[in-house]
């Protein structure tokens, strides 16, 4: 069976799908699995062993300039990506329209949300198969029942497996994930900086990312002082991916990265302050996630009505401490 699967966006979006792809593959003798999905997050997409090929999708730059998509021939060419082979089923994960649209384009039969569980409940109108999954479980667990019931096994006693391992252990470190796209999401430098600290006393080293001036900032102000700590130069999810891989743990603000950490199964810890993580949270066999304790979280909100003048490190995730945070890791059995 030749499976297209829709999923073009965020890359917690595309590391949520892991668990529905393996389930598939274990479930489906001779599936093969074409992906379309955003070009940025096609790295990620490729990571699971089941994937035969991407499709990629520039989707965000042909909505920026449409007539220049057509005029250089562009969008043809992802539309002829599509197009170019029949599939036995096209499965629509996102639930936008404009993922909706793109399933569209490919060659088979239409499945996907219905109108109550989809995200935009319009897009349901372009499948041909429509599933009730309502949106009261994890997105993760959501998208194994929608693969289920389109490709027609049942999850009875099949364990949810993102289909990603960690790395082989060299010398230990850890993995600091601080940027995000909220100001309200990012932890305080100061806790940065005293959990690296507490690293450096057990002697285990911390690597940083950082993308653009701002987390190359943070990520400066962290390691300033700290011999432990060391700042990776710029690099692409191909890059980034195996040093989360071999991390014995990771410490996260509530970002893409750490879902791809969460997935590989690196003791993952994930810090969440106005976002609710039932839904969209980490999902692996190795994760804890500490929340804000205020009355006002999760508000959902990049700004905070408590302190709206906080840069960084609103109140409900200052409230969070190193030693807290030291004490998770070391619960979940990394290097510290």
């Not at 965000?60 to 082979?85: I, T």
């Not at 807290?324 to 070391?330: D, I, K, N, T």
Request: aromatic residues 6%; charged residues 20%.
């Amino acid at each position: 069976m030749k499976l297209l699967l829709v999923k073009l966006s965020s890359l917690g979006d595309v590391v949520h799908t892991f668990p529905a792809l393996t389930d598939a593959a274990a479930c489906v003798p001779g599936l093969t699995v074409d992906w379309a999905v955003e070009e940025a997050f096609a790295p990620v997409a490729r990571l699971h062993p089941a994937v035969r090929r991407t499709i990629t999708v520039p989707l965000r730059r042909l909505s920026r300039r449409p007539l220049a998509a057509v005029s250089n021939g562009e969008a043809m060419r992802v539309r002829a990506a599509l197009a170019a082979e029949p599939y036995d089923l096209v499965i629509d994960g996102q639930g936008l329209m404009k993922s909706a649209a793109v399933a569209a384009l490919a060659r088979g039969p239409r499945h996907g949300f219905d109108r109550v569980s989809a995200r935009e409940g319009l897009a349901s109108l372009l499948y041909g198969t429509r599933h009730h999954v309502p949106e009261v479980e994890h997105m993760a667990v959501r998208l194994r029942k929608l693969f289920a019931a389109a490709l027609g096994y049942g999850l009875d006693d099949l364990p949810a497996d993102t289909g990603l391992r960690p790395a082989p252990g060299g010398v230990p470190y850890l993995v600091f994930l601080h940027g995000t796209t909220w100001p309200t999401k990012t932890w305080t430098l100061d806790g940065w900086r005293a959990l690296a600290a507490l690293a450096g006393k057990a002697g285990v080293a911390v690597r940083l990312f950082a993308h653009g001036a701002e987390e190359r900032a943070r990520a400066e102000a962290i390691a300033a002082g700290q011999d432990n700590v060391r700042l990776l130069p710029p690099q692409g999810l191909e890059g980034i991916a195996p040093e989360i891989a071999g991390a014995a743990g990771v410490v996260t603000v509530d970002t893409g990265l750490g879902h791809l950490a969460a997935a590989y199964g690196v003791p993952t810890v994930g810090l969440y302050g106005p976002t609710n993580p039932v839904l969209t949270g980490l999902f692996g066999p190795c994760v804890t996630e500490l929340k804000a304790r205020r009355d006002c979280a999760p508000c959902e909100k990049a700004r905070c009505r408590i302190a709206p003048e906080t840069i960084e490190g609103p109140p409900c995730l200052a409230d969070i401490s190193a030693a807290e945070v030291w004490q998770a890791l070391g619960r979940l059995g990394p290097a510290a």
